[in-house]
Nanobody, 126 residues
Framework: QVQLVESGGGLVQAGGSLRLSCAAS????????MGWFRQAPGKEREFVAA???????YYADSAKGRFTISRDNAKNTVYLQMSSLKPEDTAGYYC????????????????????WGQGTQVTVSE
């Protein structure tokens, strides 16, 4: 069973930065795509960013130019560096691991991900 543990959330002023981390269990982390999603109160979960097993990256339009996803396979960890944060970025942020190894279709589709963390809260104040 894969376990994902997010950290790094918190309260930050608009324009500030945060780096989220997601540590994964398992020996084959490097073979799987990883994604970050977020969910604000009263809204559906939405895609933020993903990184393939070969380190190709994918971003939601809202994240492009402000967020950077990366992975450290030696540490079984995926990161989301967020800068120029806005109040509308306030949400619970969840990392997820793809259900199939190597390339997957639809990196922004939550149905491609079988394992999810418990989430970390990001709050951006005015």
């Amino acid at each position: 069973q894969v376990q994902l543990v997010e950290s790094g959330g918190g309260l930050v002023q608009a324009g500030g930065s945060l780096r989220l981390s997601c540590a994964a269990s398992g020996r084959t982390f490097s073979n799987y795509a990883m994604g970050w999603f977020r969910q604000a109160p009263g809204k559906e979960r939405e895609f933020v960013a993903a990184i393939s097993w070969s380190r190709s990256t994918y971003y939601a339009d809202s994240a492009k130019g402000r967020f950077t996803i990366s992975r450290d396979n030696a540490k079984n960890t995926v990161y989301l560096q967020m800068s120029s944060l806005k109040p509308e970025d306030t949400a619970g942020y969840y990392c997820a691991r793809a259900g199939a190894p190597y390339d997957i279709g639809g990196y922004s589709n939550p149905r491609q991900y079988n394992f999810w963390g418990q989430g970390t809260q990001v709050t951006v104040s005015e």
